[in-house]
């Protein structure tokens, strides 16, 4: 039996990712970068770290792979098994990773050791193997990796469906979110 424990974003308001910023309802590493777990003793070595890359979508991909299953080829998937790596935990792959939220108009783009970050209409990037904090903002001295990872997000975003016009945010309850007797 494979058994998986890991989360879609960031801790709430009072949950401290140090060293990271950000947390739900960011696309900085604090609102992404979550841990997993797998267990799985006939094909997972025990004791193993890896540092593979991956996002949520990634888990119903490998869990259909792990029991012998396909998409339907109508309804293809959008993640990566992560089956090679849950057996080899050195085996590692690249591949752009890509966010997009209404909340505070942002749009993020992880690729390799960069990463391209929009929020409030600005825009950065950073090189998280060095920064991991974002503080640095890069997008003045590289503005040529900027503008071809703002030009990357711009064209997987017009690959997917639009987010919905009336797809809101509630970052908290109000009394009118609570029973009236």
Request: aromatic share 10%; proline share 7%; glycine share 8%.
């Amino acid at each position: 039996t494979l058994i998986v424990f890991t989360s879609d974003n960031g801790g709430e308001r009072f949950s401290d990712s140090w060293p990271l910023v950000g947390g739900k309802m960011d696309l900085t590493e604090g609102g992404i970068r979550v841990p997993w777990i797998a267990h799985w003793p006939a094909a997972i070595p025990a004791g193993t770290v890896s540092t593979q890359h991956c996002m949520t979508m990634d888990w119903s991909t490998t869990l259909l792979d792990a029991g012998g299953g396909h998409a339907d080829p109508d309804w293809p998937l959008d993640g990566v098994s992560l089956l090679p790596v849950l057996r080899d935990p050195a085996q590692r792959f690249e591949r752009a990773l890509y966010w997009r939220m209404n909340h505070r108009g942002q749009r993020a783009l992880r690729e390799g050791d960069w990463k391209y970050l929009q929020v409030d209409g600005h825009e950065y990037l950073f090189n998280i193997a060095r920064d991991e904090r974002e503080r640095a903002n890069l997008a003045a001295r590289e503005p040529e990796r900027l503008e071809r990872m703002r030009a990357q997000w711009l064209a997987w975003n017009d690959s997917v469906p639009p987010i919905p016009a009336d797809a809101t945010v509630s970052l908290g309850y109000s009394v009118k979110d609570m029973p009236s007797r």
